[in-house]
Antibody, heavy 121, light 110 residues
């Protein structure tokens, strides 16, 4: 069974930084393409970015609103995906989901449980 | 403003059929497969269909997807109360080099 378990999240002030983690099990993590998606309170889904497997080049693509502030990375030795968020803004308040991109380039068949990030002064 | 356009709501009585449209452009739906996700309140989304409209595990065959040109549709036949949820379409956009979602459609079973 494929599982994604997220950690991190919390309450932060504008300008602060935070790193979210996501552990994937049930598949060969090093072959996995992974993504991050967020959902602001009462709003729809917003794709943040995707990291390919190293075997596929390890390329990282970002959505325009977070490019330059957010960084996606992976540690294949720990089956872990990361989302480093810097210079947080109040509009970054959302539930953040990590996902497994089972069917490339983008079909996300498994999702983490989500973690709430609240940015407020 | 979402790149993919969905109606904000759809509704039907139990047993009826409901169709949700998703309109895009040549750079997204016109170039790539469309994914559909279902989300219940307080829960993570779940994939309904793989590319080429293959249902994901556990998805009843009451759900079907189709695509034509730059538009796609999700149909739910024999509507049931447990189908009440938000539904999102999504596709890779080659111009934006990113994955784009519709704003979501809330399905209500009357």
């Amino acid at each position: 069974e494929v599982q994604l378990v997220q950690s991190g999240g919390g309450f932060l002030k504008p300008g602060e930084s935070l790193r979210l983690s996501c552990v994937l099990s049930g598949v060969t993590y090093s072959d996995a393409w992974m993504s991050w998606v967020r959902q602001a309170p009462g709003k729809g889904l917003e794709w943040l970015g995707r990291i390919k497997s190293k075997g596929s080049g390890g390329t990282i693509d970002y959505a325009a609103p977070v490019r330059g502030r957010f960084t996606i990375s992976r540690d294949d030795s720990k089956n872990t995906l990361f989302l480093q968020m810097n210079s947080l803004k109040t509009e970054d308040t959302a539930v953040y989901y990590c996902t497994w991109v089972e069917k490339v380039p983008s079909t996300m068949s498994s999702w983490g449980q989500g973690t709430l990030v609240t940015v407020s002064s | 403003q979402s790149v993919l356009t969905q109606p904000p709501s759809a509704s039907g009585i139990p047993g009826q059929s409901v169709t949700i449209s998703c309109s895009g452009s040549s750079s997204n739906i016109g170039s790539n497969s469309v994914d559909w996700y279902q989300q219940f309140p307080g829960a993570a989304p779940r994939l309904l269909f793989y590319p080429n409209n293959q249902r994901a595990s556990g998805v009843p065959d009451r759900f079907s997807g189709s695509k034509s040109g730059t538009s796609a549709s999700l149909a739910i036949s024999g509507l049931q109360s447990e189908d009440e949820a938000d539904y999102y379409c999504a596709a890779w956009d080659v111009r934006l080099n990113g994955y784009v979602f519709g704003a979501g459609t809330k399905v209500t079973v009357l």
